[in-house]
């Protein structure tokens, strides 16, 4: 049988029922492509189809949210654990990565110019497509350095600089303009742009720390999330006081304590208003803080920052929660028990609690704000990743940007995106030479480092899997994307397809 593409409607949908990994990948990664890859030895393969599909191997390697790994087969009831994706990505990167300069080929110039203002994930993908499509692309940044979060929000204990610059410059290779120091509504405006490109994607995220509005929060020691990590990233924090609290239950948040801990403080607490289950983070993130010295504390909100007489910070003032009906996120809301009110004091409070878009530079855009579509209803002007769908995590801003990119591309006379297809082709040989005994590998441990060895700024704390781990780790992956017909005129009726069926 030729291999053919499909998009037939019944392909599509076998291929997003029976690949559950891949569907719930917010940017259709080939999962059990690159996993197979890695089991065959053929790492710069797998890097490829990671680096085509979701552009950051390396970042998204060691940072990604994983929502693959949830839906993965082999963690259903009775099966085991998930296969580890997302450390296999990582694999990818650091046995396989490549310039894809080199390698890969632009298509033809088209003379259309493009401005993207912002250079963080969404921005640099927006950038990544629109230059392989021939278009020439100008990138606006506002800080010294492009990245955004990836490069100032994370800590180089969990994501090094070297890979970071790595996954960047694989972008600006492509033959990318970067301009730094230039902030939108101070040094350029859109109508300005509007006028000087043929197309211009904003894509500045949601850089702006949301406060938690409560008496006595302004003033010295409080530092937002945001801004403590940025300062942190780039130097400007050398040390902390000795107690500190941060008030969050997500990454940034988990990312102060850690970072806190690195700066000297002795006495690091968490203070979250729900429970540890709620949390939006990685449980290996919670272990890694709890294993550092990091103290918790759950069902808690704050009330009021409490301050002496000089407006010195002193404490903050918290009321204990139950859990209520969850709320619009699906989790169950906190509601404070009335009279439970305690002070724990601090010498330095981080609130971490979310971050939003600066919208106020954006002119001409009222009406979008409301409808918050990839374009200006008249005119040249699109928006991509976090500005656009609120903050979320970089493999959403990364799915955002390639969308976006699709609509300025058509925008700008490119062909129209093919419709969602199907690559269906026979394998040769006997099948893909997993065995039965793969399915009893248990899942593969992350090697970390050495608790003593922690807390140099620079150290990063998870090791990664060597070749033989990934590997191992590798097999355990069902192949979801083989789909395994019966040949009815040879079939003896043994039933022993049955019995090996991971899950019927």
Not at 42 to 47: F, G, H, L, P
Not at 212 to 218: A, F, K, M, S
Not at 359 to 380: P, T, V
Request: with cysteine; net charge negative.
């Amino acid at each position: 049988m030729p291999s053919f593409v499909s998009e037939d409607s019944k392909d599509v949908g076998w291929l997003k029922k029976n690949i559950p990994c891949r569907a719930f990948c917010p940017t259709n990664t080939d999962i059990p492509g690159y996993i197979e890859a890695i089991v065959s030895g053929e790492y710069t393969k797998s890097y490829e189809i990671n680096r085509r599909d979701n552009i950051f191997p390396g970042i998204l390697g060691r940072v990604c949210t994983k929502p693959c790994e949830a839906p993965c087969r082999h963690g259903y009831e009775g099966l085991g654990e998930p296969v580890s994706i997302c450390s296999l990505k990582r694999a990818a990167w650091d046995f396989g990565r490549f310039d894809v300069y080199e390698k890969w080929k632009k298509k033809p110039s088209t003379g259309k110019r493009v401005a993207i203002v912002g250079a963080g994930p969404a921005g640099l993908a927006c950038a990544n497509e629109l230059a392989l499509w021939g278009h020439d692309v100008t990138v606006l940044e506002k800080e010294a350095i492009p990245g955004g979060m990836m490069t100032l929000g994370i800590p180089r204990f969990r994501l090094p600089k070297e890979v970071t610059d790595f996954d960047i410059r694989s972008i600006f290779d492509l033959g990318i303009t970067l301009k730094t120091g230039i902030a939108l509504g101070v040094d350029v405006t859109v109508s300005g742009l509007s006028s000087e490109y043929d197309a211009v994607i904003i894509a500045t995220g949601t850089m702006t720390p949301s406060s938690l509005g409560i008496p006595g929060e302004e003033g010295d020691g409080v530092y937002l999330g945001l801004n403590f990590m940025m300062d942190f990233n780039k130097g400007m924090l050398k040390k902390v006081p000795e107690k500190v609290v941060v008030i969050g239950g997500g990454f940034t948040a988990v990312d102060c304590v850690r970072s806190s801990m690195r700066l000297g403080a002795k006495d690091v607490t968490l203070a979250y208003r729900r429970t540890r289950t709620e949390m939006s983070i990685d449980k290996h993130e919670i272990e890694d803080m709890e294993l550092e010295g990091i103290k918790d504390m759950y069902l808690v909100s704050p009330v009021e920052v409490i301050r002496d007489d000089a407006e010195n910070l002193k404490a903050i003032k918290l009321i204990k929660n139950e859990l209520g009906s969850p709320d619009e996120s699906g989790r169950r809301r906190p509601v404070p028990i009335e009279g439970s009110e305690f002070i724990l004091e601090t010498d330095l409070l981080i609130p971490a609690i979310g971050q939003r878009a600066e919208e106020d530079s954006i002119d001409g855009a009222e009406g979008w704000k409301s409808s918050r579509g990839y374009q200006l209803e008249k005119g040249n002007v699109f928006f991509a990743g976090d500005f656009r769908i609120g903050s979320t995590s970089i493999i959403e801003a990364v799915a955002d940007a390639k969308k976006a990119s699709e609509r300025v591309h058509l925008y700008l006379g490119g062909e129209k995106p093919r419709p969602i297809a199907v690559t269906i082709e026979e394998l040769p040989g006997p099948g893909t030479g997993r065995e039965r005994s793969d399915d009893f590998i248990e899942l593969q441990k992350m090697p970390t480092l050495d608790l003593k060895d922690r807390f140099d700024m620079e150290a990063e704390v998870q090791l990664g899997f060597d070749k033989d781990t990934a590997q191992c780790e590798g097999k355990r992956c069902y192949l979801c994307d083989h789909d395994y017909q019966i040949d009815l005129d040879k079939c003896i009726y043994c039933i022993a397809c049955i019995e090996s069926m991971p899950r019927d």
